[in-house]
């Protein structure tokens, strides 16, 4: 099996950014929804209603299209039922992976040490048979591209991690309270350990807490030190 990125957890990374990022967010959620549309021409209303066990047509696409503009591709488990006819089921993207993509690998969790695995041959219904199952797998263009699709955003990962990471280091500031570049400085000699961590806790019952944002860092120094700037 192909590492897909990293440790095998690129796609892993690609969902954390966009559960991070609200702006990437928004932005994935507004162009599934365009792609998806409204409506559906040209399908039986049978399966417009029901497309397999799961899905009606409207939200199987949608899943295939939001796992394409998260991962710049998609996946599908066909099902062929007694008469050979296939029935096509989205699969979560992000859980497969491949060698050569004449089979595939489905699993739950690829992080763990020992892995449970699904294999799938490749979409293909010369090959198939009553009952049996392959992996339908798109993915889009890209010159260059080797095993596995890169999203379209994929030169703005840097940005899209700043945003969530910035909006990460707010939110635990508010959280503690505390604010870099606040600084209180006390002029009186160190004191003891004891005295130390109960003007610490006296300080911080009226400074720290989301609202009291912007708590202190203390500092004590003798007399005649010299104040930071």
Same mark, same amino acid.
């Given at each position: 099996i192909y590492s897909y990125g990293e440790d095998n957890k690129f796609p892993d990374q690609l969902l954390y950014l966009m559960n991070k990022s609200a702006t990437h967010n928004a932005i994935i959620n507004q162009k599934a929804l365009y792609i998806n549309g409204s409506g559906v021409n040209g399908v039986p209303q049978q399966l417009v209603e029901k497309w397999n066990k799961h899905d009606s047509f409207m939200e199987f696409r949608d899943k295939c299209i939001r796992d394409g503009?998260?991962?710049?591709?998609? $996946?599908?488990?066909?099902?062929?039922?007694? #008469?050979?006819?296939?029935?096509?089921?989205?699969?979560?993207?992000?859980?497969? !992976?491949?060698?050569?993509?004449s089979k595939y690998f489905y699993s739950d969790d690829w992080s763990k040490q020992k892995v449970d695995v699904q294999e799938y041959d490749a979409f293909d219904p010369a090959k198939s048979t009553p009952f049996s199952k392959q992996i339908f797998y798109f993915r889009e263009y890209r010159s260059g591209l080797d095993v596995y699709p890169l999203p379209e955003y994929y030169p703005a990962l840097n940005y899209i991690d700043i945003e969530a990471r910035?909006?990460?280091?707010?939110?635990?500031?508010? $959280?503690?309270?505390?604010?870099?570049?606040? #600084?209180?400085?006390?002029?009186?000699?160190?004191?003891?350990?004891?005295?130390? !961590?109960?003007?610490?806790?006296?300080?911080a019952a009226n400074a720290q807490g989301d609202s009291n944002g912007g708590a202190v860092l203390i500092q004590f120094n003798e007399p005649n030190e010299t104040p930071a700037a």
């Open positions: 503009r998260i991962f710049g591709g998609f $996946a599908c488990e066909v099902l062929y039922d007694r #008469l050979n006819k296939p029935h096509f089921y989205h699969v979560d993207f992000a859980k497969i !992976r491949t060698l050569d993509h910035i909006s990460n280091f707010h939110l635990n500031n508010i $959280a503690s309270g505390f604010t870099a570049g606040t #600084l209180v400085q006390l002029f009186k000699g160190e004191p003891s350990p004891e005295e130390a !961590r109960a003007f610490k806790r006296k300080f």
